[in-house]
């Protein structure tokens, strides 16, 4: 599920970045899983939350 | 949708945001009992709601004083929150309200497949981290 695309050039950025994950990555387009973040609050507290979870992916 | 653009102008969210947030209303949360992708921080709508106004056919319920809990007897509004219309029409709610919040950071990570996504979800869950939203999605 995308959005349209306002311009060609979104277009192309958007497969050049297909490219980059699929055939650079080596991500399978069937398996491949995202996770989406959201920290809402206190500047501070959200940034070392943020930065906390994201060490936790590596 | 209405609700955050009006509180807004007060300084204030009251942070519910289930997926159907273009076309649910305040009564439809409580009736259904709802949740939202923010519940981390905002909490369910049962944490949210403070007082409902209720109107049945023997009379109109609500509490005599909004406060948030109180150690007395069981809490009716739990009775209400989800009943889905069986025992009247929510007119009114008190709900509660925090400050728009300073910052909100988005960000997305992609794992290779689902079941490493599932193994960082639980790995999250097991900290005291709870970021606001937290999801995992993928192809199929």
Known sequence: MKPDHASSWETFV???????????????PEKL???TLLFEGDKKEMESKHAQVMEIAK | MDLERDLKQYGVVSGHE??????????GWISTRASGMKKNTYGNIEDIV?????VTSKGTYN???AWPRISNGP?????IIGSEGNFGII?????????????RIFDSILFYDWESGVEFMRTIAKTN???????LVDNQ
């Open chain 1, 14 to 28: 958007d497969k050049a970045k297909k490219f980059f994950v699929v055939n650079i990555k080596g991500y399978d």
């Open chain 1, 33 to 35: 899983t995202a996770c």
């Open chain 2, 18 to 27: 289930p997926d159907s947030m273009e076309f649910s209303t305040l009564g």
């Open chain 2, 50 to 54: 403070q007082n409902i106004t209720l």
């Open chain 2, 63 to 65: 509490k005599v004083a």
């Open chain 2, 75 to 79: 809490d009716l509004n739990q009775m």
């Open chain 2, 91 to 103: 007119t009114e709610a008190v709900i509660k309200v925090r400050p728009i919040p300073e910052v």
């Open chain 2, 129 to 135: 981290l709870y970021p606001t939203s937290c999801r």
